[in-house]
Nanobody, 129 residues
Framework: QVQLVESGGGSVQAGGSLRLSCSVS????????MGWFRQAPGKEREGVAT????????YYDDSVKGRFTISQGNAKNTVYLQMNNLKPEDTAMYYC??????????????????????WGQGTQVTVSS
């Protein structure tokens, strides 16, 4: 059964850190591209970071560059998003997503949501000033 489960969200003060985890089922652990997206209240969902698993290339939205780091666990079944120096504008529901095998590789930076066929339920991140 295809499954992505996010965890690690919570409430922090500005300047704090959180690490989000996305546990993926075995049948999508070999996805060629996985990413984190977020949706703030009243706004559209947007791409935050992606990792191309063949080569480990990573891409970030300008708003998080230098503060967030996406990585993949050694067993390839977990994707992380380390978030440092959090700001109130980072408050959002964060979603993990994966490109299904056979769909092709998204054009970098890979923030087109239609390229991702698998999505988690999301984990809430709230940053207070």
């Amino acid at each position: 059964q295809v499954q992505l489960v996010e965890s690690g969200g919570g409430s922090v003060q500005a300047g704090g850190s959180l690490r989000l985890s996305c546990s993926v089922s075995a049948d999508i652990a070999s996805s060629n591209c996985m990413g984190w997206f977020r949706q703030a209240p009243g706004k559209e969902r947007e791409g935050v970071a992606t990792i191309y698993t063949d080569g480990g290339y990573t891409y970030y939205d300008d708003s998080v560059k230098g503060r967030f780091t996406i990585s993949q666990g050694n067993a390839k079944n977990t994707v992380y998003l380390q978030m440092n120096n959090l700001k109130p504008e980072d408050t959002a529901m964060y979603y993990c997503a994966a490109v299904p095998m056979g769909w092709g590789t998204p054009v970098p930076p890979g923030f087109e949501q239609r390229d991702f066929g698998y999505w988690g339920q999301g984990t809430q991140v709230t940053v207070s000033s």
